[in-house]
């Protein structure tokens, strides 16, 4: 699932699906276009920090990204009375003023006033108790579609008596190590059109002024990841896979680390992410099932505006962990690189067709004025491999060879292309 402000995903469907504690959708022969509703994504933690609520609008098929709400006015108040304010920091996305921790146990609710005066209001959600993190592990496996890869599994128990529901999300690091690494690069790379400079096109090379070689990328999850001991014989939950990684997968290459969240929420919350799941497989989007509207907690207090979303409230926990592919698979080939690095190029420096013209003591392009080197360059694509070694000589066709230097793809000789070249500050070795 493609996000954008987390699930608000399906706002570039025909609906953003939200549901309740208890999930009903409604037949309908007939698909439900929803225009210019509120949508709320309102996600609230045990984290002590600041925290965010996003608020946008529906938007059409023809609009590439949804409207933000601003100058609302952003409220959440406990049931002791106490209010937390929000302000808008940036076009519809709100910020606690002061750095918040919501407490397990007590309620709270969401009060939204726009600046047309509308009013929504959720119901009161209670912060349920923290569940930490006890373990994550890796571990080599082969999955259900016969896939060999690594596994990453969490593991926590808590001592409810009621069944418990988590949400998770990932955010995965991951050096990279240029395989065509060259501790050289481009310097000058000359289009003067008319040589004024008298020496013509100019491409030079000169050593690296910054590292290129061992980058470091991260990414987040973008799928909805639920979980529960609902159906299990105890309230621990053991081994649940989180991230599955073909050993094919370049990221695992090297060195690999994981932040792994876990969001114990309420089965009212499990409900909604569940629907919104289901609602987002490829199959339910075209299968014509799923086509009504489903309602969350929170309500239209003064109005009979449409409002999509949900107040969810979470304790969180948090733990990372670090894996080299040498500890799952020792002294076996590595993943192949994000792109292909086999291939070598020679592209010319004076294409073909090229002509030059002295013109009142100018020297004056009268044919093709295009270097296919120099644009390679220039568009970020080339990256420099070796000298050429055949360069001006001629082929057995007797054609010159135009190529002063061999070029590989950018992002095999330069890890920038895919990463940063400064480690993470929370980095292992």
Not at 184 to 213: K, L, S
Not at 269 to 278: C, G, N, P, T, V
Request: hydrophobic share 35%.
């Amino acid at each position: 699932m493609k996000i954008y402000n987390k699930h608000l995903f399906l706002l570039s469907l025909f609906i953003l699906v939200v549901a309740s504690a208890c999930v009903e959708s409604f037949d309908t022969d007939t698909e439900i276009e929803i225009t210019d509703a509120l949508v709320v994504d309102a996600r609230l933690t045990t984290q002590n920090s600041q925290q965010s609520i996003l608020l946008s609008r529906t938007f059409a098929f023809d609009s590439s990204t949804p409207k933000p709400e601003t100058e609302a006015n952003v409220i959440v108040r406990d049931d002791s009375g106490t209010v937390i304010t929000f302000s808008e920091v940036v076009p519809g996305k709100y910020i606690s003023i002061s750095i918040i921790q919501l407490v397990p146990g007590r309620k709270y609710q969401l009060e939204i006033t726009t600046k047309e005066g509308l009013k929504y209001i959720s119901d009161y959600e209670e912060v349920p108790s923290n569940v930490e993190i006890e373990e994550v592990t890796a571990s080599r496996v082969i999955n259900n579609s016969d896939i060999e890869g690594v596994s990453i599994l969490v593991n926590s128990s808590n001592n409810n008596s009621s069944p418990s529901y988590f949400r998770y999300e990932f955010e995965e690091t991951y050096k990279l190590v240029a395989p065509e690494f060259n501790p050289f690069d481009w310097d000058e790379v000359d289009y003067d059109f008319f040589c004024e400079d008298d020496d013509g096109w100019e491409v030079t090379t000169a050593a690296r002024d910054e590292p290129a070689r061992i980058c470091y990328a991260t990414s987040n999850s973008n799928d909805i990841i639920l979980s529960s001991t609902e159906n299990l014989s105890s309230n621990n939950l053991e081994n649940f896979e989180v991230r599955f990684l073909s050993r094919e997968n370049y990221r695992i290459s090297h060195r690999y680390s994981i932040l792994v969240k876990q969001y114990h929420h309420s089965v009212n919350a499990a409900s909604f992410y569940k629907s919104l799941e289901d609602f987002s497989s490829e199959e339910s989007i075209f299968s014509n099932t799923q086509t009504g509207l489903l309602e969350g907690n929170i309500n239209s207090e003064n109005s009979d505006a449409l409002v999509l979303g949900f107040f969810e409230l979470s304790s969180y926990s948090e733990k990372r962990m670090f894996f080299n592919y040498e500890d799952l698979f020792p002294n076996e080939p590595l993943p192949p690189y994000i792109i292909n690095c086999f291939i070598t190029g020679k592209p010319a420096l004076y294409p073909e067709g090229f002509h030059a013209t002295v013109i009142n003591g100018k020297v004056v392009l009268d044919g093709n004025d295009s270097s296919p080197l120099i644009e390679g360059i220039l568009s970020g694509a080339f990256g420099y491999h070796a000298e050429n070694d055949t360069y001006l000589q001629l082929d057995e066709n007797g054609d010159e060879d135009r190529a002063p230097f061999l070029i590989k793809a950018r992002g095999c000789v330069d890890c920038r292309v895919f990463g940063e070249n400064v480690m993470p500050e929370y980095w292992e070795e």
